[in-house]
């Protein structure tokens, strides 16, 4: 009998559950290690084999053992934090991988302040102030089904964390973009739930490819309906017709819409919420507008999910700060703000249009259309060795397989907020030699 088989104890699938946890948890069960076979532990145990089975399915739903098909069950490697969005602080080299707004469009927030001086306010107050709610169902309307409600979190992070946490448990299937942006990645990860990558295309999200995610279980999926990251891709009016058909078919499944980009974006917005879905969102974030640090996304949902959102974002517990509230609804109100969107949004446009003309001089052709803060230059294989060589001629770019869910993602993420006509000129040109382009 082998040692592991000694350690485990237990008669029920509840109790077999505890004692692998706990053998995990001491360090006992190592990462990598393989369980015993339903067979041995059984009958070791003296207990039915689908008592065992029982218990290694809830562990591999609970993210602490993996299923290994023939070679069977074994405890999960702990996951890593995986890669982040942002600067790479302290660093020489000339960032275009950070997927940062430019801070010369960021609005004055001390003087957004000043013009709507802040009232402290107490426990219980509401949850949302009233001119904020007002400038964001203006913000909304026109774009998601009627009667909807209006909730606050800190971030579009956050609200697609807690979209997910109110609706799904570890194990439940997620359809997402594929290749998809890193946060949403870790976020499915660190909730021990499951990606299941759908193929996306110069018009967004492949219909095709979403039906069969859905066919596949998925509870869930999350769409960014223009200036995808990393590709850049929005979706057309067609192709937005096709997803809410898919989804019309599911209406059980919740339908989170990531609208990053909302103001700053040069493509119209297309709606993929069909009028049957039950559970459905719409997040736009103030991040890439007002900037990363006003922790603000605006979600827009039906009445449960808004009704399950408040629940830990009640007045005593876990609100969106009123200070940040005061602050957005500052510059959504205010003209020189939106003059300023309005000169960001083309300046974006002009720089992306930049890049990739430099780019293409050189015979690199980025995915197109785009919008957004990057572009993205499909590889033929892996980036790591372009990043690398980018890094020692002083360019810091994001490589593709840090976005890739089940089908390996190669390319180049470039970050175009901030590069000028010269920097685009020598960027493009390094970027050549590296490749072997003449």
Not at 144 to 173: F, M, P, Q, S
Not at 230 to 249: D, I, N
Not at 373 to 384: C, E, V, Y
Request: net charge neutral; hydrophobic share 45%; charged share 15%.
């Amino acid at each position: 009998m082998s040692e592991t088989i000694v350690k485990i104890t237990g008669k029920t699938a509840a109790e077999l559950f505890d004692s692998i946890r706990a053998l995990t948890q001491a360090g006992e069960l190592a990462p990598g290690q393989e369980l015993p076979t339903v067979r041995e532990l059984a009958a070791a145990l003296g207990v039915n084999r689908n008592t065992v089975s029982l218990a290694y399915q809830r562990l591999v739903t609970a993210g602490l053992a993996v299923t290994q098909g023939r070679l069977g069950t074994a405890i999960r490697a702990q996951r890593d934090p995986g890669e982040q969005e942002g600067l790479l602080p302290g660093s020489p080299l000339a960032d275009l991988g950070g997927g940062n707004p430019n801070l010369a469009w960021l609005p004055d927030v001390g003087a957004a302040l000043a013009r709507k001086p802040y009232r402290p306010r107490l426990y219980g107050e509401a949850t949302v102030d009233p001119q904020l709610e007002v400038l964001a169902r203006r913000w909304m309307a026109g774009d998601c089904l009627e009667g909807h409600d209006i909730t606050l979190t800190n971030g579009a992070v956050d609200a697609v964390e807690r979209l997910l946490g109110a609706y799904l448990v570890a194990g439940d299937k997620v359809a997402v973009e594929d290749p998809c942006f890193i946060s949403s990645i870790n976020t499915l990860r660190s909730a021990g739930l499951h990606a299941v990558g759908v193929a996306v295309d110069a018009e967004g999200m492949q219909a095709g490819a979403l039906e069969r995610a859905l066919t596949q279980g998925a509870q869930a999926v999350i769409v960014t309906p223009r200036a995808h990251n990393p590709t850049g891709c929005s979706l057309s009016a067609a192709r937005a017709a096709q997803l809410r058909a898919v989804l019309a078919a599911y209406p059980h499944v919740l339908v989170i819409v990531d609208d990053h980009f909302s103001l700053l974006s040069t493509a119209g917005y297309q709606d993929v919420i069909p009028p049957a879905a039950r559970h459905w969102a719409l997040i736009r974030s103030v991040s890439k507008i007002f900037g990363p640090d006003l922790r603000l996304a605006v979600v827009a949902s039906d009445g449960q999910t808004a009704q399950r959102l408040r629940l830990r974002l009640a007045p005593g517990t876990n609100w969106v700060s009123h200070l940040l509230q005061d602050a957005v609804s500052s510059c959504l109100s205010s003209p020189e703000v939106s003059a300023q969107v309005v000169l960001a949004r083309a300046d974006y446009a002009r720089r992306r249009d930049m890049v990739a003309a430099a780019l293409a001089a050189h015979g690199l052709v980025c995915a197109s259309p785009t919008d957004g803060l990057n572009l993205w230059l499909p590889l033929p294989d892996s980036s790591q060795a372009a990043v690398l060589a980018l890094a020692r001629h002083g360019w810091l770019v994001r490589g593709g397989e840090a976005f890739g869910v089940q089908v390996l993602t190669q390319g180049l993420r470039i970050t175009v907020s901030t590069i000028d006509e010269a920097g685009a000129q020598a960027f493009a040109a390094v970027l050549a030699q590296v490749l072997g382009q003449p």
